[in-house]
Protein backbone atom coordinates (compact mmCIF):
# COMPACT_ATOMS: atom_id res chain seq x y z
CA UNK A 1 0.00 0.00 0.00
CA UNK A 2 1.05 3.71 -0.03
CA UNK A 3 1.44 6.16 2.49
CA UNK A 4 -2.01 6.66 4.58
CA UNK A 5 -1.76 9.90 4.17
CA UNK A 6 -1.49 10.41 0.48
CA UNK A 7 -4.55 8.29 -0.01
CA UNK A 8 -6.42 10.49 2.17
CA UNK A 9 -5.26 13.43 0.75
CA UNK A 10 -6.14 11.91 -2.43
CA UNK A 11 -9.41 10.86 -2.14
CA UNK A 12 -10.37 14.75 -1.07
CA UNK A 13 -8.40 16.18 -3.85
CA UNK A 14 -11.23 13.44 -6.20
CA UNK A 15 -13.99 14.76 -3.98
CA UNK A 16 -13.33 18.28 -4.27
CA UNK A 17 -12.92 18.03 -8.04
CA UNK A 18 -16.29 15.99 -8.21
CA UNK A 19 -17.86 18.82 -5.95
CA UNK A 20 -16.38 21.66 -8.18
CA UNK A 21 -17.78 19.39 -11.76
CA UNK A 22 -21.54 19.52 -10.21
CA UNK A 23 -21.32 23.53 -9.00
CA UNK A 24 -20.13 24.53 -12.37
CA UNK A 25 -22.42 22.00 -14.10
CA UNK A 26 -25.68 23.56 -11.86
CA UNK A 27 -24.92 27.05 -12.47
CA UNK A 28 -24.45 26.55 -16.35
CA UNK A 29 -27.68 24.89 -15.99
CA UNK A 30 -28.99 27.50 -14.06
CA UNK A 31 -27.45 30.14 -16.68
CA UNK A 32 -29.21 28.21 -19.61
CA UNK A 33 -32.95 28.05 -17.96
CA UNK A 34 -32.50 31.79 -17.46
CA UNK A 35 -31.12 33.16 -20.95
CA UNK A 36 -33.73 30.83 -22.72
CA UNK A 37 -36.46 32.52 -20.87
CA UNK A 38 -34.85 36.15 -20.97
CA UNK A 39 -34.01 35.59 -24.89
CA UNK A 40 -37.53 34.46 -25.69
CA UNK A 41 -38.81 36.94 -23.18
CA UNK A 42 -36.80 39.80 -24.73
CA UNK A 43 -38.23 41.13 -27.72
CA UNK A 44 -41.51 42.01 -26.69
CA UNK A 45 -39.65 44.99 -23.74
CA UNK A 46 -36.68 45.66 -26.15
CA UNK A 47 -38.47 46.70 -29.71
CA UNK A 48 -40.88 49.43 -27.90
CA UNK A 49 -38.02 50.85 -26.87
CA UNK A 50 -35.93 50.42 -29.70
CA UNK A 51 -39.05 52.29 -31.76
CA UNK A 52 -38.98 54.93 -29.89
CA UNK A 53 -35.36 55.93 -29.43
CA UNK A 54 -34.94 55.37 -33.35
CA UNK A 55 -30.97 55.15 -33.32
CA UNK A 56 -30.52 51.23 -33.71
CA UNK A 57 -34.32 50.54 -35.76
CA UNK A 58 -36.15 52.44 -38.02
CA UNK A 59 -39.42 50.60 -38.24
CA UNK A 60 -41.45 47.62 -36.46
CA UNK A 61 -40.92 45.41 -39.52
CA UNK A 62 -37.37 45.51 -38.85
CA UNK A 63 -37.66 45.23 -35.20
CA UNK A 64 -39.40 42.21 -35.67
CA UNK A 65 -36.73 40.18 -37.40
CA UNK A 66 -35.13 40.52 -33.44
CA UNK A 67 -37.97 38.79 -32.40
CA UNK A 68 -38.09 36.24 -35.70
CA UNK A 69 -33.72 35.80 -35.89
CA UNK A 70 -33.71 33.93 -32.27
CA UNK A 71 -36.59 31.63 -33.69
CA UNK A 72 -34.73 30.53 -37.24
CA UNK A 73 -31.45 29.74 -35.38
CA UNK A 74 -33.30 27.98 -32.48
CA UNK A 75 -34.06 25.11 -35.30
CA UNK A 76 -30.79 23.98 -36.92
CA UNK A 77 -29.47 24.67 -33.11
CA UNK A 78 -31.89 21.99 -31.02
CA UNK A 79 -30.26 19.65 -33.78
CA UNK A 80 -26.68 20.10 -33.18
CA UNK A 81 -27.28 20.33 -29.60
CA UNK A 82 -28.78 16.98 -29.54
CA UNK A 83 -25.87 15.78 -31.98
CA UNK A 84 -23.23 17.19 -29.67
CA UNK A 85 -25.27 16.09 -26.73
CA UNK A 86 -25.34 12.36 -27.99
CA UNK A 87 -21.50 12.72 -29.03
CA UNK A 88 -20.10 14.78 -26.08
CA UNK A 89 -22.29 14.27 -23.26
CA UNK A 90 -24.77 16.07 -21.61
CA UNK A 91 -23.17 18.15 -18.99
CA UNK A 92 -20.33 18.88 -21.56
CA UNK A 93 -23.16 20.17 -24.15
CA UNK A 94 -24.70 21.74 -21.53
CA UNK A 95 -21.74 23.81 -20.23
CA UNK A 96 -20.45 24.23 -24.08
CA UNK A 97 -23.60 25.96 -24.68
CA UNK A 98 -22.65 28.84 -22.24
CA UNK A 99 -20.19 29.92 -24.35
CA UNK A 100 -22.76 31.39 -27.40
CA UNK A 101 -24.64 32.70 -24.70
CA UNK A 102 -22.29 34.55 -22.91
CA UNK A 103 -20.95 36.25 -26.40
CA UNK A 104 -24.80 36.88 -27.17
CA UNK A 105 -25.41 38.65 -24.25
CA UNK A 106 -21.80 40.85 -24.46
CA UNK A 107 -22.97 41.39 -27.95
CA UNK A 108 -26.33 42.89 -27.52
CA UNK A 109 -25.51 44.98 -24.49
CA UNK A 110 -22.33 46.48 -26.62
CA UNK A 111 -24.60 46.57 -29.84
CA UNK A 112 -24.00 49.41 -31.76
CA UNK A 113 -26.20 49.29 -35.09
CA UNK A 114 -28.90 46.69 -36.07
CA UNK A 115 -26.88 43.92 -37.30
CA UNK A 116 -25.01 44.11 -34.16
CA UNK A 117 -28.66 43.35 -32.41
CA UNK A 118 -28.98 40.44 -34.67
CA UNK A 119 -25.82 38.98 -34.12
CA UNK A 120 -26.05 38.87 -30.79
CA UNK A 121 -29.56 37.30 -30.35
CA UNK A 122 -28.50 34.90 -33.35
CA UNK A 123 -25.71 34.03 -30.50
CA UNK A 124 -28.43 33.44 -27.80
CA UNK A 125 -30.91 31.44 -30.42
CA UNK A 126 -27.45 28.88 -30.80
CA UNK A 127 -26.42 28.91 -27.19
CA UNK A 128 -30.31 28.65 -25.93
CA UNK A 129 -30.96 25.38 -28.04
CA UNK A 130 -28.22 24.42 -28.47
CA UNK A 131 -28.30 22.96 -24.55
CA UNK A 132 -31.43 22.77 -24.01
CA UNK A 133 -31.30 19.12 -25.66
CA UNK A 134 -29.50 18.84 -22.33
Same mark, same amino acid.
Given at each position: ????????????????????????????????S??????????S?????????????????????????????? !??? /??????? *???? +? @???? $? %???????L??? !??? /??????? *???? +? @???? $? %?G???????
Amino acid at each position: MGNPNTDTSSSENMKNMQVKTQVMASVAAGFLSLSVGSGVALPSSLIPILLKEGDLVDSFHEASWLATIFLFVC !IPS /SIFGGVC *SDKF +G @RRTT $G %LLSCLPLLAGW !IVL /SLSADFN *SLLI +G @RSLL $G %LGAMMGYPC
